[in-house]
């Protein structure tokens, strides 16, 4: 069964990149008809799906957040990663990596959360 | 964006009550909707997924019904390891959007 990990760190500066990576495990990054996203919950709010990312590289980012958004994958690592730029306090949220079936178009797989907190 | 509105926000039940939850999105998705349940301090877990198919493992006390404008969540005979918040999602359009979420708390 597929497993998914965040990593990075939990503090960012105002004004600063915020840097995430997931780490796939129990199945290839690469196999089957998978998408690998992010998505980010405020304290106490709902879902905001950030972004999507192909294994072959292609990706797709929510407008909302598009021009500060980048994700990338690396297949060799089996890890996907998410770069958030310009951080404000309204970044302050926990962000989860994803596994979007491309078929249903649902999350099906999950990691456990991280929380970034956006602060000088 | 599609917005997806759930109704009620929150709700308390007993133990073995038939519990309803209904998500409408501002436009026609067909069947492309799912359910998610997220337990506190967790992250969330699918339940449904086009509308009415029940994910792997899900107890089938959980049933999802609708399409195009209205759909609903049942949760049979609800279970103190139900208690959770529930949300809706769009698979239609471009990008994905989630509903606001629904409290389900057991009384």
């Known amino acids: 069964q597929v497993q998914l990990q965040e990593s990075g760190p939990g503090l960012v500066k105002p004004s600063q990149t915020l840097s995430l990576t997931c780490t796939v495990s129990g199945g290839s990054i690469s196999s089957g008809n998978y998408y690998w996203s992010w998505i980010r919950q405020p304290a106490g709010k709902g879902l905001e799906w950030i972004g999507r990312i192909y294994p072959s590289g292609s990706t797709d980012y929510n407008p909302s957040l598009k021009s500060r958004v980048t994700i990338s994958v690396d297949t060799s690592k089996n890890q996907f990663s998410l770069k958030l730029s310009s951080v404000t306090a309204a970044d302050t949220v926990v962000y989860y990596c994803?596994?979007?079936?491309?078929?249903?178009?649902?999350?099906?797989?999950w990691g456990q959360g991280t929380l970034v907190t956006v602060s000088s | 964006d599609i917005q997806m509105t759930q109704s009620p926000s929150s709700v308390s039940a007993s133990v073995g009550d038939r519990v309803t939850i209904t998500c409408r999105p501002s436009?026609?998705?067909?069947?492309?909707l799912a359910w998610y349940q997220q337990k506190p301090g967790k992250a969330p877990k699918l339940l449904i997924y086009a509308a009415s198919s029940l994910q792997s493992g899900v107890p089938s006390r959980f049933s999802g019904s609708g399409s195009g404008t209205d759909f609903t969540l049942t949760i049979s005979s609800l279970q103190p390891e139900d208690l959770a918040t529930y949300y809706c999602?769009?698979?239609?359009?471009?990008?994905?959007?989630f509903g606001g979420g629904t409290k389900v708390e057991i009384k």
């Open positions: 436009q026609g998705i067909s069947g492309w």
């Open positions: 999602q769009q698979a239609n359009r471009f990008p994905p959007t």
């Open positions: 994803a596994r979007l079936d491309h078929s249903s178009g649902t999350f099906d797989a």
